[in-house]
């Protein structure tokens, strides 16, 4: 079975930095799509990054484009998000997912556990 483990979230200042890792195992994910979603308190889960490793075509959610930038490591079936000038409204919950096919939120086949970054003002 194909199984995912976030980790790397913990609490930061505003301005400051951190990467997420998310180990796949199971499964090769060379030619996935893999992505990094988020959840706020009270708030729906929302795509922060995405790429497919077919093609390299990213996806960034505006409020975070020129800041945050997702990676992956084949060889190591890792995925990584790199978090750049984090920013209050960065707190969340923060899942990695992947799909052999695209990241469509309401049929990802296989998610994360969720690693919960903070960022103070």
């Known amino acids: 079975d194909v199984q995912l483990q976030a980790c790397g979230g913990r609490l930061v200042q505003a301005g400051g930095y951190q990467r997420l890792s998310c180990v796949v195992s199971?499964?090769?994910?060379?030619?996935?799509?893999i992505g990094w979603f988020r959840q706020a308190p009270g708030k729906e889960r929302e795509g922060v990054a995405a790429i497919s490793l077919k093609d390299g075509i990213t996806y960034y959610r505006d409020s975070v484009k020129g800041r945050f930038t997702i990676s992956s490591d084949n060889a190591k079936n890792t995925m990584y998000l790199q978090m750049n000038g984090l920013e209050p409204e960065d707190t969340a919950v923060y899942y990695c997912a992947a799909d052999p096919e695209a990241l469509v939120p309401s049929a990802i086949d296989y998610w994360g556990q969720g690693t919960q970054v903070t960022v103070s003002s």
């Open positions: 199971g499964s090769t994910f060379d030619d996935y799509a």
